[in-house]
């Protein structure tokens, strides 16, 4: 089992950029796939982002893409999303992920593990 602790989320500008983090306790961390989503109030969970087990491999959102990094620190058993260019549709709750398998890691049901979330909130 692992266990996720997100931090970094904030009040942000339009435009201005904020760096989540995520860390797991636990040995087996560079075992799991890991992703990031978001909530919105009213809105389901949508996919955000997700990385390989060694960081090879990302797959992004439309909504995100261009704009977002992730990444990860198999010795911290930490991973990031960079986030650039914040705009206004980017306010939500954001969770980090930890999946056993990359099969079906768009969607919140291929998650294994989730964090409490931490919240990001752009200002005009």
């Not at 996720?4 to 983090?21: D, H, K, N, P, Y």
């Not at 109030?41 to 491999?57: H, L, M, N, Y």
Request: aromatic share 10%; with cysteine.
């Amino acid at each position: 089992q692992v266990q996720l602790v997100e931090s970094g989320g904030g009040l942000v500008q339009a435009g201005g950029s904020l760096r989540l983090s995520c860390a797991a306790s636990g040995r087996t961390f560079s075992s799991y796939v890991m992703g990031w989503f978001r909530q919105a109030p009213g809105k389901e969970r949508e996919f955000v982002a997700s990385i390989g087990r060694s960081g090879g491999s990302t797959i992004y959102s439309d909504s995100v893409k261009g704009r977002s990094t992730i990444s990860r620190d198999n010795a911290k058993s930490t991973v990031f999303l960079q986030m650039n260019s914040l705009k206004l549709e980017d306010t939500a709750g954001y969770y980090c992920a930890a999946s056993r398998s990359l099969q079906n890691r768009v969607s919140a049901n291929g998650y294994d593990y989730w964090g409490q979330g931490t919240q990001v909130t752009v200002s005009p």
